[in-house]
């Protein structure tokens, strides 16, 4: 299995530019969701999603949109980027039952807005 | 205010013993994480425990839980340079599989 994996490692934006940062994972996880780290603020959630075709908002989500349409794939859109808006953003996954609910987290990408 | 607290940085010499502190404030919490964070990578967990645990241990590492005063820490004994990273303290309240995530906690292992 390949766990989860992210797209891009690294990005560079200008400000108003849009893009799409890709997560998807292999382990049929019900769970996916998407956090945005940055120094001494630990990790924010932006959004998160339950099952296909099912999302929700998180602490941040603002400035972003997320879809779910299939188990495996969970991307981020940013719809207009922000300088507020660098950050690195990780991608995670985990069963929603069984005996616990650990996280399987992506390496990351690391958004760099001008 | 935060749901779950942790002290940013903590700085131990090496082979000494590392005590990471949290505190959480969900009543209702099932399971309490740790995960472990290297620098340009992301999170793993390196253990958890039940909250109805007091203690468990997995060689070098050691979860205490004072479940009174909610007070979860991470001990890591003998700890090496390879130990340095950030280390985030999560739980997940009863009946839910959503974590929240402390700030987590820098750790500096020094010669």
């Known amino acids: 299995n390949a766990g989860v994996t992210q797209t891009p490692k690294f990005q560079v934006l200008k400000t108003g530019q849009s893009m799409t940062l890709q997560c998807a994972q292999d382990m049929n996880h019900e769970y996916m969701s998407w956090y945005r780290q940055d120094p001494g603020m630990g990790l924010r959630l932006i959004h998160y999603?339950?099952?296909?075709?099912?999302?929700d908002q998180g602490e941040v989500p603002n400035g972003y949109n997320v879809s779910r349409s299939t188990t495996e794939d969970f991307p981020l859109r940013l719809l207009s980027a922000a300088p507020s808006q660098t950050s690195v953003y990780f991608c995670a996954s985990s069963p929603t039952s069984g005996r616990d609910y650990e996280q399987f987290f992506g390496p990351g990408t690391r958004l760099t807005v001008l | 205010g935060e749901d779950v607290e942790q002290s940013l940085f903590l700085s131990v010499r090496e082979g000494d013993s590392s005590v990471i502190n949290c505190t959480y404030t969900?009543?209702?919490?099932?399971?309490l994480y740790w995960y472990k964070q290297e620098p340009g990578a992301g999170l793993q967990l390196l253990t958890y425990i039940f909250s109805n645990m007091d203690m468990k241990q997995d060689q070098r590492l050691t979860v205490l839980l004072n479940k009174k005063d909610k007070h979860p820490s991470l001990r890591i004994a003998d700890t090496q340079t390879g130990d340095s990273a950030i280390y985030f303290c999560?739980?997940?309240?009863?009946?839910?599989?959503?974590?929240?995530f402390g700030r987590g906690t820098s750790l500096i292992v020094h010669p």
């Open positions: 969900d009543s209702s919490s099932t399971y």
């Open positions: 999560a739980e997940t309240p009863g009946g839910s599989y959503i974590p929240t």
């Open positions: 999603s339950v099952g296909a075709g099912i999302t």
